[in-house]
């Protein structure tokens, strides 16, 4: 088998994949939105939280309220954004919405979280952090969950200077608010919502960072020397890494350095440490490394 072929079946199996997860995010939002969500009279994140607002005032199901407002949206950022996201999106978006259809009529209420107005931030947490894992997964892989995703995606995209997690804040915040009044009965406002709203929305965005920065964290050492050889040597054989080197040249003293950077994991931090002490004239810095990418050869 060529090359180009053995390319090819990967990339194959790759899409696959890829969108099987968006399938199983699907059906995973929409058990979460059935088990957590409905019952407890708040409106998660977005759009979707529109929805849940539009079930509980009108009795419209989510499920049909998802396919109004997601599809002619997913269509836009086909043409608009990307094919590939909006494609994605799409598929999400439908299986979430029949899902949830499939599941209203099955699910018993014995199986759902009903909070009953006591301890409501019990399913808020759980349905936040189910959220947030599936937009982390989501946005991994090039797709979303529709709604303000879609429209912070566009909004960041014509205007690049807006950051895109703030435009879906200030959307997500426009949500909270109109949660005051769907979930107010009497003429007497319920502040209740609101805040449970944002909470969702902190522990979603909270979550879904914690997935989009991955779980290959590491750490660069940045080292000024004039001992590059013997440095190298101390990580090679007993870091069991390898660094890159460069030459620079002292502003001041105009002296000559070597300038050598080394991506360790976070247990080799203190012996790392401990290697530049050993040698004068050196200098070093450390930054946080959020994730890894590439393969090099591994050092034995």
Not at 5 to 16: A, D, H, M, P
Not at 80 to 85: A, L, Q, T, V, Y
Not at 208 to 219: R, V
Request: net charge positive; charged share 15%.
């Amino acid at each position: 088998m060529s090359d180009l072929t053995k390319q090819g079946c990967l990339f194959n199996k790759k899409t696959v994949l890829e969108y099987l997860l968006v399938v199983l995010m699907g059906m995973l939002l929409a058990t979460s939105y059935i088990l957590f969500v409905v019952k407890n009279n708040f409106a998660p994140a977005g759009l979707n939280g529109v929805t849940v607002m539009i079930q509980y005032k009108l009795d419209f199901s989510v499920g049909f309220a998802s396919l109004i407002i997601n599809v002619p949206l997913c269509v836009f950022a086909f043409f608009k954004i990307d094919r590939k996201f909006g494609i994605r999106t799409l598929v999400f978006c439908l299986v979430y919405s029949l899902f949830y259809l499939f599941l209203q009529n099955v699910v018993t209420e014995g199986i759902q979280y009903n909070a009953q107005g006591v301890d409501t931030i019990y399913p808020v947490m759980i349905s936040g952090l189910i959220s947030g894992f599936i937009y982390g997964v989501l946005f991994r892989i090039s797709a979303s969950s529709g709604g303000t995703d879609i429209i912070s995606k566009y909004v960041s995209k014509v205007k690049p200077s807006l950051n895109f997690f703030w435009v879906t804040f200030a959307l997500n915040a426009v949500v909270a608010f109109s949660s005051l009044f769907v979930y107010s009965e009497g003429g007497i406002f319920d502040y209740k919502p609101v805040c449970l709203c944002l909470l969702y929305c902190f522990i979603s965005s909270f979550m879904g960072n914690l997935m989009l920065k991955g779980n290959k964290q590491a750490y660069q050492f940045v080292i000024v020397t004039a001992h590059p050889e013997q440095i190298e040597d101390e990580i090679i054989h007993n870091l069991r890494h390898s660094a890159t080197r460069l030459q620079g040249q002292g502003i001041y003293s105009k002296q000559e350095k070597s300038v050598l950077f080394c991506v360790v994991n976070k247990h080799q931090i203190v012996d790392f440490q401990n290697i530049i002490k050993k040698y004068p004239d050196t200098f070093t810095y450390v930054e946080t490394v959020n994730e890894t990418l590439g393969n090099f050869k591994k050092i034995k």
